[in-house]
């Protein structure tokens, strides 16, 4: 019966980990190359921030990159995104914990994307939403300090509330781990 069990986990968690690897899963990576100027372009499939440190408590934020051959040497742009249609609110509203340091962002545009995403079908039904978006110019040295960093919190500001949670946690299908793979294929590509 634990020979059962164990290969049982051993397979859940090798389907897991490759679910990164697969288009439209978080943390997906995907690279095209522009056929009107040449240039490399790199985005990511929203990841998530969990609640909490163990990658079991749900996700109320999730974070993607983009980064383009085209940009200013140290520019990669951070996507923040929230289930429901929900207003940002203005000015600073992204903020990192970095081991006890705040460091805030002011979103690129003023209004906040909401965007509508359609239900799916697999086994059963998981009804569609709107997801709400804005975009938030950082460097990649910030990127860098925030993977190296013992302790990462996150909190998005809305219009009437946040949400928060532990960019540090490295769980599969978390920011932390993807933004890793995605600095590695920026690194190569610069």
């Known amino acids: 019966m634990r020979k059962q069990q164990f290969l049982l986990v051993t397979f859940l968690l090798a389907v897991l980990s490759g679910c990164a ?24 499939e ?19 990159l983009l980064w383009r051959s085209t940009m200013k040497n140290e520019d990669i742009v951070l996507e923040a995104f929230v289930d429901g249609a929900h ?3 203005r000015g600073e509203s992204l903020h990192f914990n970095v081991d006890g340091e705040v460091v805030s962002f002011k979103a690129l545009e003023e ?15 998981v009804p569609g939403g709107n997801v709400s978006s804005k975009r938030y110019l950082v460097s990649r040295k910030f990127i ?13 500001d809305l219009r009437r509330s946040f949400v928060e949670g532990v960019f540090s946690d490295t769980t599969s299908s978390s920011a932390h781990e993807a933004f890793e793979v995605f600095m590695q294929k920026v690194e190569q590509k610069s």
């Open 21 to 44: 690897s697969m288009p439209g899963m978080p943390g997906y990576i995907s690279e095209e190359k522009s056929s009107f100027d040449g240039s490399t372009q790199l985005s990511m």
């Open 46 to 64: 929203p990841a998530f921030v969990y609640r909490d440190n163990d990658g079991f408590s749900g996700s109320d934020l999730k974070l993607s």
């Open 87 to 89: 207003s940002f609110a």
């Open 111 to 125: 209004l906040t994307n909401i965007d509508y995403e359609p239900g799916v079908y697999s086994t059963v039904y």
């Open 144 to 156: 860098t300090r925030i993977l190296e960093a013992s302790q990462v919190g996150v909190r998005l």
